[in-house]
């Protein structure tokens, strides 16, 4: 007899796209070793959470709704914008979340986003993340009228550098109230 396995021995179930977790890495190591074991404990602790629904924190479930709440709150316009244009905003970034922004950004860019992931210990750096390229391209979205012209506004993130994206949509409420009180 021979014995088929209806699942992966390991618990994890490759899937498409999987390797993207890993092309970034091969640009910080040059011994294969090191960026094995660098990958592993990368996906072990934070990217296996991206493409799993449970009830812990940092499932992909919850880092969805956190970013449909942060953009729905931050940028109501943008967010009902897309949404009657057939653009729901989730279903853009969706794969950017999953796949932590690899294959999206630069790799200088998905390093710089995964460096927050480890230095918070937590993902949810990558719905802000998210939500504040759409931010950044707001002015661009709304003058869309399709979800092709939609998708093209998205399409070239060369230009997009994480950290000051992040600064800009997490503390332009504070710079704005302090060029306020300087202008009294």
Known sequence: ????????HTGVVPFRGIVMYAT???????QPADLYFVYRALYAQYCCRLHTVSSDQGDIIQLSR????L????????YYHLLSLGAP?????????VFAFAGFLDVDQVLAVWDRVL?????????????????????????????EEVQE????????????LLQLYLFSDTVARLQDDHAR
Do not use: G
Request: charged share 15%; proline share 5%.
């Open 24 to 30: 970034p890495m091969c640009y910080l190591y040059q």
């Open 153 to 164: 506004v998205l399409a070239d993130a060369s230009k997009v550098k994480v950290v000051l």
């Open 119 to 147: 230095a918070w210990d937590s993902l949810v750096i990558v719905p802000v993340t998210a939500a504040a390229i759409l931010a950044f391209r707001e002015k661009r979205l709304l003058e869309c009228h399709t979800m």
């Open 1 to 8: 007899h021979t014995h088929i396995h209806t699942h992966a």
């Open 89 to 97: 905003p989730l279903k853009l970034v969706f794969n950017w979340i």
């Open 71 to 78: 953009l729905q709150e931050t940028h109501p316009q943008l």
């Open 66 to 69: 956190q970013f449909e709440s």
